[in-house]
């Protein structure tokens, strides 16, 4: 990819989740703002996944780098646990049961605060929606690196030691999924899905129920799948 074009990136950018088609590649450096929101995000990720008595990683910007003031930190349990792991060692405001569609696994997320929350599956997740996080990116924040990724604007991230490489993966799909070692399928349904949302705007989920105060994730997601069969079959499949 000759001839990329030079960017300033700094933590106040402000960015539009719209599709980038056609960007054959800029060069991205990062101003010492942007360094320092990087370090003490990933810094204050890095102790609640050091709490926590199973592997979690960082999924999205913050694994990649690419952050602006908007972003979260998203922390991603990717094994089947109860929820008494992430409540003995973590404060919470509430707890959400979500699924994406009436196929998708079903996930408990623990909102931490406004900025941070952990989530972590009820039912298994499959092999692609295992390397939706490979997809996004992901991290154990072990060390300062910071790995590949396609954000919603679909642009491939290619951290530099200044910044970072960015280009469309519109058109280079193959390309990407086997820089990101994840199969072409899951990069296509990606491409699909993110160009549906940027289309015809944010799309909604089938389920999203705040979990009450005097009960457990796992008594909850029982009742409500009791009362919907869509929610009962994942459940029973899984």
Not at 103 to 118: E, F, G, L, Q, R
Request: with cysteine; charged share 35%; proline share 4%.
């Amino acid at each position: 990819m000759a001839n990329y074009e030079y960017l300033k990136f700094n933590s106040s950018t402000v960015v539009r989740e719209k599709i980038v088609k056609f960007r054959d590649g800029y060069r991205v450096t990062y101003d010492s703002s942007h360094w320092k929101m990087l370090q003490e995000m990933r810094e204050r990720a890095r102790k609640i996944i050091r709490a926590l008595p199973v592997r979690a990683y960082v999924h999205g910007s913050l694994a990649r780098g690419d952050i602006t003031k908007k972003s979260d930190i998203d922390i991603v349990i990717l094994e089947n646990i109860p929820s008494y792991l992430v409540e003995s060692y973590v404060d919470y405001e509430k707890r959400l049961i979500m699924q994406a569609t009436p196929n998708s696994a079903i996930k408990a997320v623990y909102v931490i605060d406004p900025v941070v929350s952990i989530t972590f599956p009820l039912t298994p997740l499959n092999e692609r929606e295992l390397q939706f996080y490979d997809f996004g990116g992901k991290s154990t924040l072990e060390d300062k690196r910071r790995v590949r990724g396609i954000n919603k604007k679909l642009l491939f991230i290619e951290p530099t030691e200044d910044g970072h490489m960015e280009w469309s993966v519109i058109g280079r799909e193959y390309e990407c999924a086997k820089m990101l070692g994840i199969d072409i399928e899951t990069v296509m349904e990606r491409v699909r899905v993110l160009s549906r949302r940027d289309k015809i705007g944010r799309t909604g989920v089938y389920l999203k129920e705040e979990v009450p105060q005097n009960k457990s994730v796992e008594e909850y997601l029982k009742n409500l799948a009791d009362r919907d069969p869509v929610i009962r079959r994942v459940v029973r499949e899984r």
